[in-house]
């Protein structure tokens, strides 16, 4: 069965960075579209970046883009996101999700992420 287990979350101060791993184990994220989403309090799940299996297409929401970076490595069977410039409205819960099969055009939707991660916990502190 597929696995997935993010780490790397942190307490942060506003400005600080952090690193978030997602390691994949029971199949190879070779043909895997991957994202990571978070939630935050009082907020719906929201998107965060996503990146197509062979990185040639990468996405990131309107909050993020410019501090954030997603990336992967398929001879490890890892999906990072750097993170910089850390905001408090970055807070929440940070999860990775894999969605098996094929998007020529466009972006896999919330619900084509079939496989998900426990999660991990991200907080930027002002």
């Known amino acids: 069965q597929v696995q997935l287990v993010e780490s790397g979350g942190d307490s942060v101060q506003a400005g600080g960075s952090l690193k978030l791993s997602c390691e994949a184990s029971?199949?190879?994220?070779?043909?895997?579209?991957m994202g990571w989403f978070r939630q935050a309090p009082v907020k719906e799940r929201e998107g965060v970046a996503d990146?197509?299996?062979?990185?040639?297409?990468?996405y990131y929401s309107d909050a993020v883009q410019g501090r954030f970076t997603i990336s992967r490595d398929n001879t490890k069977n890892i999906m990072y996101l750097e993170m910089g410039g850390l905001k408090p409205e970055d807070t929440g819960m940070y999860y990775c999700?894999?969605?098996?099969?094929?998007?020529?055009?466009?972006?896999?939707?919330?619900?084509?992420?079939?496989?998900w991660g426990q999660g991990t916990q991200v907080t930027v502190s002002s």
């Open positions: 990146i197509s299996p062979g990185a040639a297409r990468t």
């Open positions: 999700a894999a969605a098996r099969g094929v998007f020529p055009t466009a972006r896999p939707a919330t619900s084509d992420f079939s496989y």
């Open positions: 029971g199949v190879s994220l070779t043909m895997y579209y």
